[in-house]
């Protein structure tokens, strides 16, 4: 397949950048050696072979070397879409973990309706009331080995830190590449996103007091979240479909 003169001159621009960083390192003098003619010699041609890289071979003229290329520009896409089934498996841990929680609460209430004092012979109603205790009390052990809340928590972490970082990744990649944002829909609920974290994550110390209202809130949040986080990934689609179509370094 033919290539046109702009990608013949980025695949000649990356090949002479790498042969620029590769051919000194075959010329460092020994430590307290003095720099040969040659060594000299071949630092001038490195600099003139540097120099020599289109500068349509970057976004901004390389103004900010890998940073601004085609590589960089697709982590934050890459990045936030992993985040976002990540997100629907930690729901589903924060509903188990939160099942845990429940059926203790309903077993509990169910042992203060049997007798205080033990009848010679237990009623169908009472025998019926131990079965359902009994049955519930096995489905709540059985969610326990499962170590929902645990698994929850950590990656619930993981996505804070992850999303945040790679949210802000994303930020700074563009303006590296454009050096402009571009307000949007897409920059105003990915600015919900990290908002919804953050708040659902200051709510925990409330939640594991056993405020209701929090974890209620908790889960609101979250919810939000993942309607904004679905809403959001036709549109980053759409942006790094751009990306991967510009005329730009890999790296």
Not at 146 to 151: A, H, V
Not at 217 to 229: K, Q
């Amino acid at each position: 397949m033919a290539r046109t003169p702009r990608a013949r001159a980025r695949l000649l621009g990356c090949g002479i950048a790498a042969a620029a960083v590769c051919c000194p390192l075959g010329f460092v003098p020994a430590p307290g050696a003095t720099p040969t003619a040659p060594t000299r010699e071949a630092a001038a041609a490195a600099a003139v072979v540097v120099a020599a890289v289109p500068a349509e071979a970057w976004a901004k003229g390389g103004q900010w070397g890998p940073l601004e290329g085609k590589a960089s520009s697709l982590v934050h896409p890459i990045m936030m879409a992993t985040l976002f089934f990540v997100t629907l498996y930690t729901g589903y841990l924060g509903w188990q973990s939160r099942q845990v929680r429940t059926l203790g609460a309903e077993v509990s209430g169910l042992r203060k309706q049997l007798p205080k004092d033990p009848e010679k012979e237990e009623s169908s109603a009472t025998k019926s009331l131990r079965q359902q205790i009994s049955e519930l009390d096995s489905e709540r052990k059985q969610l326990i080995k499962g170590n929902f809340r645990d698994n929850h928590f950590a990656l619930s972490s993981l996505i804070l830190g992850g999303g945040i970082f790679f949210t802000l990744y994303g930020v700074f990649n563009t303006w590296f590449r454009a050096e402009k944002l571009f307000p949007g829909p897409h920059l105003f609920a990915g600015a919900g996103i990290v908002a919804c974290w953050a708040l659902s994550a200051a709510l925990v110390p409330y939640m594991e007091k056993g405020n209701e209202g929090a974890r209620t809130a908790h889960i609101g949040l979250n919810c939000v979240n993942l309607l904004l986080f679905a809403w959001q990934l036709p549109t980053g689609f759409e942006i790094a479909q751009k990306v991967w179509g510009l005329e730009i370094a890999w790296f």
